[in-house]
């Protein structure tokens, strides 16, 4: 089974602080990383991804950082809110080039504290 | 907006019998996915089917599952004799014709094998 490994399992930040949760994926068919979020109950949400070309992408207080020759990427939570209290999974595309298909990291369950 | 209907929402069966998941993929999209949850645990890829045919499947997909797209609109996903361990939520997802575009995820179905 094609691996990604993410880290920490578990994350707890005070209100307007800076969440990081990192991923390591192996080789890939294609250069499309997302991370999802997901709310108990509910299905995962894209939440922002990246297509490297670039080393960083920047969507309001989320960011992802890239580096494709260590393959790793990282999520980063700035002024983090309550709100953002949710599990989050990092995807890297099959090593198949047989269609569209992510492996998802083991998850970040964040807590932020108001 | 556009969104991928899963139904039941939970589904309860006996051990050894037959369950039948089912999907509404977004319309135009033409890669659909299963992917499952263990309570608390990461999302794992089951499978993916595109042009009416499997083009890739993890090491859980076994031979008790089976997918099936048997008219335009719907995606199944058959266990064939279920097991204790297949306790999770099922999500199905959806996306576009291309490498590098989003896959939109259902809001699950929990199934519970008693």
């Known amino acids: 089974q094609q691996q990604v490994k993410q880290s920490p399992q578990s994350l707890i930040v005070q209100k307007g602080g800076i969440s990081i949760i990192n991923c390591a994926y192996e080789?890939?068919?294609?250069?499309?990383f997302p991370w999802y979020q997901q709310f108990p109950g509910k299905g995962p949400a894209l939440l922002i991804a990246i297509r490297p070309d670039v080393s960083e992408k920047k969507e309001g207080r989320f960011t992802i950082s890239f580096n494709k020759s260590a393959k790793q990427f990282s999520l980063h939570i700035m002024d983090s809110q309550p709100g953002d209290s949710a599990t989050y999974f990092c995807a890297a595309p099959s090593r198949k080039n047989t269609g569209n298909q992510f492996y998802f990291g083991t998850g970040t369950s964040l807590t932020v504290i108001p | 907006e556009p969104e991928v209907t899963q139904t039941p929402s939970h589904q309860v069966t006996q051990m050894g019998q037959e369950v039948i998941l089912r999907c509404v993929p977004i319309?135009?999209?033409?890669?659909f996915y299963w992917y499952r949850q263990i309570l608390g645990q990461k999302v794992e890829f089951l499978v993916s089917f595109y042009n009416n045919e499997i083009s890739e499947k993890s090491e859980i997909f076994d031979d008790q599952f089976s997918v099936e797209r048997p008219d335009g609109s719907n995606f199944t996903l058959k266990i064939r004799s279920t097991k204790l361990e297949d306790s999770a939520m099922y999500f199905c997802a959806s996306s576009g014709g291309t490498a590098n575009t989003e896959a939109f995820f259902g809001q699950g179905t929990r199934l519970t094998v008693v």
């Open positions: 319309s135009n999209h033409l890669y």
């Open positions: 080789n890939t068919a294609f250069d499309y």
